[in-house]
């Protein structure tokens, strides 16, 4: 007897207005017929698209029968793919009688309803093997307008799909995740020496589409190319290098300036990062009900969407950049879209192009996924680092919380959040020597300075964590990548090693749960900024902008980075259940007060491992938010169909 087919191997449906979408795996054939009920004219416009193709077909009314427009027969049939694909169906009519064809696929003729039945039969063996089949029903009705007293609604065409299974195909194994609809910042991430966001805002959103189509999406650097192609090493200028990545991705304005309305079931990422800026603590203004940041002002208006555009040259940067705008322009100093800032990331010269501007080394601890970062074949770079389920970072796998409650279109899409950081370098190097010379009097004042500073951050400036080494500094540690991220805080009894506060343990307790899991990110950030200047140095004050743009990647920016943000760096009692209270995290933390009148500073208990319930206070932030933004990266099948203007 055939086994029963899984619920994944048949096709299934989903409708959006009266367009109606079949997903159909690999291995069907599919036979197309309607049957108009009405005597006016209608369209049936029909897609079918897979990895292999894409093509279009149209079934129109000609001398009272429905018929493909092109070949002038009843019937399509289209033959079994050996990729999953998905035939979409869309309807129309017109009262006027001179239109007919193809001039009736406008939203002006569209029809109002639609309803879908479905029939399935598994195959038996009575005789011989008998396909599997299914059968889609679509009952279209026109406009309740045109419905006669007699008749009945969704009548006025049948719109039929029969489809059955080819039991003698070869179908080869589905791969887990379709890395070539996945923008490849998202996963693994674009190679870098320099990177450039565009913020942008749409004036013309028609044009718009067209510059989409034509020139964006043929160069989005996909996480297939990103995965499969040698490109560049990454924070390693070279001037001869060509390849130039770009991503594109969009706020919630900026989706609804393409008329995309849809639930994408985030609060932050719909209330925008500047309406959230209060909650995340950064200092501002209240003036009730609105909360103004003290951001920089380009990120105090609306911005639509930012192209990120990464590179190992800065000319040939700007060459993309160029070619950029030209495919937007719409004549001399007229654009469908509009330049809110252009803004530059750089890694730092050698020999710091790893490390961020306060000197400690950046990115080690990455959040991995099985199959995509690392396998059983492929172990990982850095043993140790967080895991996580594909669907905690790109929307609609396993992990993703939310898959039940957001359009099908979001799927291999994901949430970016982008925040400009500022450091404050020289601040920082003053109070790890204050502090440092209190704490440790009997160490000279840099060897003071750096174990305050690795007691901070968690890590040593070379990398190494200080779990693995509580006393100084070993760089041997951190060239290892067996051992510089394979660690734990279990075992560990108070804050003797490492403060409960401390930058790292705040990002990530290293407990291993579900729950922890839940909260992951993918961070691809990048430094931006001069060096310190002499002046700076000599006067210990910041005087030159520089400092971290954060840039990571989540399905749910609630649970991600607004909960590491809120829940954790600004939270004085995370870790819960620790006596005195951890404090805040010194290096991220926020208490939103700290400009105010009557400020309130930040705190960490734990410092001195001699006197682990003393508290320390920070009398200034070392780091500042000047700007940012939530936005969505869609999928490349969700691009093109925003480019084309397809109902999502």
Known sequence: MAQPLAAAELPTHATTGTRVD???????????????RKPYNQLVRINHTSSEM????????????????????????????????????????????????????????????????????????????????????VFVEDSSDLQGSRDRAYDDLVFTVHFSRDITMNIPAAPRFDFENIQGDLMPGLPKAFQHFYFFKITDASHFRKGLEDFVIPNIATAHMVRTTK????????????????????????????????D???????????????????????????????????????????????????????????RLDAAFSRGVGRSSIRQVLLFRGNFRPPPDQLNEH???????????????????????????????????????????????????????????????????????????????????????????????????????KSGTPIVLSPDEDR????????????????????QSVCPFAAHTRKSNPREGTAEEQRHMIRRQSIAYGPELMDDELQQEKTLEDRGLILVCY???????????????????????????????DAINGQTGLEQSAQPVHRFISGMDPTAQTKTTTFPIQFIESNGGEYFFVPSISALKDIAADRTL
């Open 231 to 262: 490109l560049p090493p990454p924070a390693k200028p070279d001037p001869e290098a060509d390849f130039v990545g770009l991503n594109v991705s969009f706020s919630a304005t900026g989706l609804a300036q393409l008329g995309i309305m849809d």
């Open 264 to 322: 994408l079931h985030d609060e932050s990422f719909h209330k925008g990062q500047k309406v959230d800026a209060e909650e995340l603590g950064d200092p501002g203004v209240k003036t009730t009900p609105v909360y103004i940041p003290n951001w920089d002002h380009e990120f105090q208006s609306d911005i639509h969407g930012v192209f990120l555009i990464t590179s190992h040259s800065d000319d040939k940067a700007d060459e993309f950049i160029k």
């Open 475 to 494: 760089p041997e540690i951190a060239a290892d990548p067996e051992q510089v991220n394979n660690f734990d805080y279990s075992g560990l009894k108070g």
């Open 358 to 460: 306060f000197g400690y080394r950046d990115g080690i601890s990455q959040t991995q996924i099985k199959d995509v970062t690392y396998s059983d074949t492929e172990p990982m770079k850095f043993p140790g680092s967080p895991t996580a389920d594909m669907g905690v970072i790109v929307m609609g796998y396993e992990g993703d919380e939310d898959v039940s409650n957001r359009p099908a279109w979001t799927k291999d899409g994901s949430f970016m959040v982008f925040r400009k950081l500022k450091t404050f370098v020289p601040e920082f190097r003053r109070f790890l020597i204050d502090e440092g010379r209190k704490v440790f009097p009997n160490l000279p004042p840099e060897q003071a300075s750096n174990l305050y500073g690795a007691r901070l951050f968690g890590r040593w």
């Open 54 to 137: 894409e093509k279009n077909y149209y079934i129109s009314k000609s001398n009272e029968t429905m018929q493909n427009t092109l070949t002038g027969v009843k019937t399509i049939t289209l033959i079994a793919q050996t990729t999953p694909s998905v035939l979409s169906a869309e309807f129309f009519y017109a009262k006027d009688q001179a239109l007919s064809g193809i001039d009736i696929a406008g939203e002006q003729y569209r029809s109002s309803n639609v309803q879908v039945v479905t029939f399935f039969s598994e195959s038996t063996e009575v005789v011989g093997p008998i396909p599997d089949y299914k059968n889609f029903i």
């Open 554 to 584: 989540q399905s749910s920016i609630v649970r991600g980075f607004k909960y590491i943000q809120q829940s954790s760096y600004n939270n004085p009692n995370y870790p819960a259940g620790d006596k005195p209270a951890p404090g805040y």
């Open 22 to 36: 079949i997903n159909v795996p690999a291995g069907w054939y599919s036979t197309i017929t309607a049957i108009s």
